[in-house]
């Protein structure tokens, strides 16, 4: 019984840090790119992501041994696609502006590589608790790198944090800018790597 | 050779089309050959014959008012006639909404001496010019790779060659042009009359890998070389965003067909130049001294942020 | 064979349950979303009127709905107005007809209830029994008059104009003597840390106050924002003795006949929001002028 709590816990940190999803797997980069512009994005679309993920898990788990293997990715698809479409229903109801800012993106979710990965690699051979937590993890492991993103974009981009004002002043307008998604992502992944390399080392030696 | 037959269908396709379109245009008065805005705030008239300039230059003849709202009638400056007469300028006092159609009615038009009747004229944007303008911007202004950042994963995966660029390109193109039309189709007559329009991501989606398959058996039957070639860039053509994301926008923005077939369009060839012209990047790059840790995919990044910093240049840029 | 029809099988129920998922999610949120657009709408019209938490909107408050339609008959075209009026307690809608040049032309009655009417197709269905086969009748817009205690306080007109990247859907509210009372940005699609800008307080509020005699050659000028206007124009951002009235007074008259400032590198979108407002309100006040002489000339009382 412990060795698989250990487990479970194991599968839930890795998500976030070993294999987390946009800075390790580098995978459903677009809206890395699109919209995180601001932590409270991050927060929204990973929340949304978090729901999607965890319920996609969680159904294809407990239906996994019904599923005919032929017609595995069809299910997986209309699966998303139905939860995407409840989140999608829901958020445009009850948090309206939040999902203006969004735009696209909520509902775009159902073209997110790493979802679908998360099902066909672990959900349909697995069962409902560690599911869950491969999900769980999976899920904030997205949320988590969205608020970096959106806190480094939102900082030296508009000089706030939150939406409140902390610097008084905007030290670089380029990072808020559509097109310097691109760049934070790829300056952020590389110090990533970079803290990796000189862990390495100090390790070795 | 292949992709050259491909190419051949593509500019075919869009020639068809051009004829199609530019055939339909007329004034509405058989004396009146052609209507057109011209700068902000002008409207050119070209007739089929000399008209009196007295008639011409008393702007009390022509009244003018935008489609939608027929009450409001614009105010006319001045009017001006050519040296040779056939061509009548019209300047208002006001800049013209050129987005919307307008509609320029006449008192009887006197030409040597000879009555033509009256003319109840539609001065719009050449229907072509709108589709012309939504194809280049879903291509170049609102690139949907560098401007809308979708499709990234695929765009990172298969920008390391040329030649992938190339075929995935294409590929993307056609799939998502056939999958585009559909999805207007079924979104104008199935999901919105029955007001199912909750339905739109599923139905979207299953159209998409439907689309896939169906160019996948058609393709495998008539062209197995072409299969060969293009065939394993198909599967990739479902995870790429920018598939599901076409039909979201044409149906949020009501699009007609031929509007959302020159959209798709426009995004699969977006798609293409962003691949291309990415792939020609990286393609150098591996020759480059990069940092470790910034090998790979950090480094595709940020160049991907120079190139989304000159698509802004787009911005601003029209044509019709 | 047997595969497929398994295949088949197994394929229909997933569908079948995944369709009703979505339609239960999709019953049960539609009555909260279309609230919640309501109470937005509702919410931004009242802190256009200039009500808030510390001046409390009047209880007789009401909101009344002018829909424009476009009605032809035959190559005759008509605008249609159709407009609330009191018919002893109850409140009626009547449609009229008024020509291109402002004559009126026909009174019809549109039998529908005040809660219908606020739905499109509850109109059109109501508005097909009155405007037989072959008059054709289009949607046009829809204004609001705000009322209070048989005055009329405002118009609030809900619309959209091009924008610079797509449409912006907006608000203008003027007062009945079409000073403008201010602006609200409820949807675009312009640029974040550009044109998204327009959302902003020291740009939108720039509208309000400004004469219908200036708002009709309104430019927008390249020019910066002076400080102290902007910390004027935001209004959320005061605080307590920031301004005295002298000096609230005193920015006013200084600015009231002021152009409209650009944001900085959005000039396109500043010029397309001013130019949006201009058109609204020019049309506008155009328009009710020639309704409200109809009106009056036909002695059909209207509640606003």
Excluded at chain 2, 44 to 69: Q, R
Excluded at chain 3, 191 to 202: T, V
Excluded at chain 3, 257 to 278: E, M, N
């Amino acid at each position: 019984m412990a060795i698989k709590e250990k487990t479970n816990k194991q599968l839930f940190v890795d998500g976030i840090l070993k294999e987390n999803p946009i800075f390790k797997l580098a995978l459903s980069m677009c809206p890395a790119v699109g919209i995180s512009t601001s932590v409270m994005n991050g927060i929204l679309l990973g929340t949304a992501v978090l729901f999607v993920q965890v319920c996609s898990s969680c159904t294809i788990s407990l239906v996994r041994n019904y599923i005919h293997p032929k017609i595995r990715i069809p299910t997986y698809t209309l699966t998303i696609a139905t939860w995407v479409t409840v989140i999608d229903l829901v958020l445009a109801a009850y948090v309206p502006v939040a999902y203006k800012a969004m735009g696209l993106f909520v509902r775009l979710i159902v073209a997110f590589a790493i979802i679908t990965m998360r099902l066909e690699m672990f959900a349909c051979k697995n069962p409902l608790p560690k599911s869950f937590w491969d999900g769980f993890g999976m899920g904030l492991g997205f949320m988590f790198a969205m608020m970096t993103l959106g806190f480094v974009r939102e900082l030296l981009g508009s000089g706030m944090i939150m939406g409140y004002d902390v610097l008084g002043f905007k030290p670089l307008l380029y990072f808020v800018l559509p097109c310097a998604g691109f760049v934070t992502v790829g300056l952020m992944m590389g110090f990533f790597n970079w803290i990796e390399v000189v862990y390495e080392r100090r390790k070795k030696g | 050779m292949k992709s050259i037959k491909s190419y051949h269908l593509l500019v075919g396709v869009l020639l068809i089309a051009a004829l199609f379109l530019t055939g339909c245009e007329g004034a509405g008065h058989k004396f009146v050959k052609k209507t057109e805005f011209k700068d902000s705030d002008k409207i050119v008239l070209t007739f089929a014959g000399p008209v009196d300039e007295v008639w011409a230059t008393n702007v009390a003849n022509f009244s003018c008012y935008e489609k939608p709202d027929p009450d409001i009638v614009l105010t006319i400056k001045e009017a001006v006639l050519s040296p040779e007469k056939t061509k009548l300028t019209l300047i208002f006092e006001a800049p013209l909404n050129t987005g919307e159609a307008h509609i320029l009615s006449t008192t009887n038009i006197m030409s040597e001496g000879q009555d033509m009747g009256a003319a109840l004229l539609t001065v719009k944007k050449l229907y072509f010019g709108v589709l012309m303008t939504i194809f280049l911007g879903a291509a170049l202004i609102k690139n949907f790779v560098f401007t809308k950042y979708l499709g990234l994963c695929v765009f990172f995966g298969c920008s390391q060659k040329r030649s992938t660029a190339i075929g995935m390109g294409m590929v993307f193109t056609i799939v998502i042009a056939f999958a585009a039309t559909m999805a207007w189709a079924l979104y104008q007559f199935v999901l919105k009359p029955y007001q199912l329009t909750f339905l739109n991501i599923v139905v979207f989606i299953g159209l998409v890998s439907l689309s896939v398959q169906g160019v996948d058996t058609i393709l495998r039957k008539i062209n197995p070389a072409l299969f060969k070639a293009f065939g394993v860039y198909l599967v990739l053509v479902i995870a790429n965003c920018i598939a599901i994301a076409v039909p979201l926008i044409l149906a949020d923005n009501e699009y007609t067909g031929w509007e959302s077939f020159s959209l798709a369009l426009g995004a699969g060839i977006g798609f293409l130049i962003a691949l291309f012209l990415m792939a020609c990047v990286r393609e150098k790059l591996e020759l480059a001294k990069v940092p470790p840790s910034f090998q790979g995919l950090p480094i595709a990044f940020v160049t991907a942020g120079l190139f989304a910093l000159a698509f802004l240049g787009f911005s601003g840029l029209s044509i019709y | 064979m047997n595969q497929i029809i398994k295949i088949t099988f197994a394929l229909t129920i997933s569908c079948v349950i995944a369709a009703s998922a979505m339609g239960l999610a999709y019953t049960m949120t539609a009555k909260a979303k279309k609230h919640n657009h309501h109470m937005n709408v509702y919410n931004a019209m009242i802190g256009l009127l200039g009500f808030g938490e510390d001046n409390p909107a009047p209880s007789d408050l009401k909101f009344l709905n002018v829909y424009r339609y476009i009605v032809e008959d035959g190559d005759k075209k008509f605008l249609g107005y159709m407009v609330p009026v009191e018919k002893g307690t109850e409140e009626a809608y009547e449609m009229v007809l008024i020509d291109l040049e402002g004559n009126f032309v026909e009174k019809l009655e549109v039998p529908i209830s005040a809660e219908k009417a606020e739905e499109a197709q509850d109109r059109a269905k109501a508005l097909q029994k009155v405007l037989a086969a072959p008059k054709i009748f289009a949607y046009a817009d829809a204004s609001v008059i705000a009322t209070s205690g048989g005055k009329r306080l405002g118009y609030v007109l809900p619309r959209k104009f091009p924008g610079f990247r797509t449409f912006i859907h907006g608000i203008v509210a003027m007062d009945p003597k079409f000073e403008l009372l201010g602006l609200e940005i409820m949807e675009h699609e312009e640029d974040a840390g550009l044109g998204k800008e327009i959302e902003q307080e020291y740009f939108r509020n720039q509208f309000k106050g400004k004469s219908y005699e200036k708002l009709k050659t309104l430019e927008v000028v390249k020019k910066p924002l002076p400080v102290e206007y902007k910390k004027y124009l935001e209004k959320s951002k005061w605080e307590e003795g920031m301004f005295t009235e002298e000096q609230i007074a005193e920015i006013r008259k200084q600015y009231k006949d002021a152009d409209i400032y650009a944001i900085t590198a959005s000039t396109i979108s500043s010029k397309a929001v001013t130019d949006g407002v201009k058109n609204v309100a020019k049309k506008f006040a155009y328009r009710i002028d020639k309704l409200d002489s109809v009106l009056k000339k036909e002695k059909i009382h209207a509640a606003f």
